[in-house]
């Protein structure tokens, strides 16, 4: 049972939890226009963080009249769970299958999925496991690709190590890096809710495992993708976005290269051009798309 409350402010948002999987309780919040919505979009985060950080990406799709929905996914933010820890990568995608039935059974349609660096690898997942219920999908950079340099021998020394020592903190992330903005790494760091360890082994196995499914099934992807990514990534791989558009099997589908763009392109200095991307072709397949049951 999903338990949510309104909050007032700039923005009407809806703040709520909901039981995910094995009873872990995830929390989430919409983002509500003035009026009925054109349709719902719903953003699944990257790794550490939590959906709090994306109220300006809300603000400015709810100006063109979007429901914006985002969960914390379980270890992350508000919901339950060992911080960066996860038993199987499946629980990421069943709770956000859950969130968008259950709790966003009644939210207009067409519903479009938006995936930000590891959120863009569960939202890739999703995607191609139930494209029934996604309109369309926006990855900005996503994590769909090992990272660079990574040799096979590590990788197989990564799946054994998650075996014998599941909860090993063993990934190190730049978190430095996520903006060329000293302002939001300032933001980043400060937040309580961002979580400043280590990767655990088995969550790094299981990331690499839904990698591979991603790598080997994007050709049947059908639904209008639009991917977005920064050149001077140096958190994901930034071939990994043009490697997903070239592909992808969907016939619509748009690739965004910014030059000199770190990590996290909704909060570089130049995030107001990427929401303008992000914003036109979203109004752009709103009429165009067959809506989603």
């Not at 660096?117 to 999908?137: T, W």
């Amino acid at each position: 049972m999903a338990v949510a409350k309104l909050d007032g402010g700039l923005l009407r948002q809806r703040r709520g939890t909901f039981s995910g999987v094995r009873g872990v309780p995830i929390a989430h919040r919409e983002w509500l226009p003035d009026g009925d919505a054109r349709g719902t979009v719903v953003i699944a985060h990257g790794v550490n963080e939590h959906g709090g950080r994306y109220a300006h990406v809300a603000e400015r799709l709810v100006r063109d009249g979007w429901l914006v929905a985002a969960i914390d996914h379980r270890g992350h933010g508000l919901s339950g769970g060992r911080r960066a820890a996860i038993e199987r990568f499946d629980d990421w995608t069943t709770d956000l299958d859950s969130y968008i039935r259950r709790v966003l059974v009644d939210a207009p349609r067409p519903l479009f999925l938006v995936g930000h660096s590891l959120g863009g690898l569960i939202a890739s997942v999703y995607a191609l496991r139930n494209p029934e219920v996604v309109a369309g999908l926006i990855l900005s950079s996503p994590s769909v690709m090992p990272p660079a340099g990574m040799s096979p021998r590590t990788v197989r020394a990564g799946r054994v190590l998650s075996r014998v020592a599941a909860n090993l903190p063993v990934v190190a992330l730049r978190l430095d890096r996520v903006s060329r903005d000293p302002a939001v790494v300032r933001a980043y760091m400060d937040d309580p809710l961002v979580h400043k360890g280590r990767l655990r082994a088995r969550t790094g196995a299981e990331v690499l495992d839904a990698i591979t499914e991603v790598q080997r099934d994007i050709g049947t992807l059908r639904m209008p993708l639009l991917t977005l990514q920064g050149t001077v990534d140096q958190l994901v791989d930034p071939r990994a976005a043009p490697w997903v558009d070239a592909h992808t099997g969907s016939a619509d589908h748009t690739l965004h290269i910014y030059e000199g763009l770190y990590h996290e392109v909704f909060n570089e200095p130049e995030r107001d051009a990427v929401l303008d991307d992000v914003a036109a072709w979203l109004k752009a397949h709103a009429a165009t798309v067959a809506k989603a049951p």
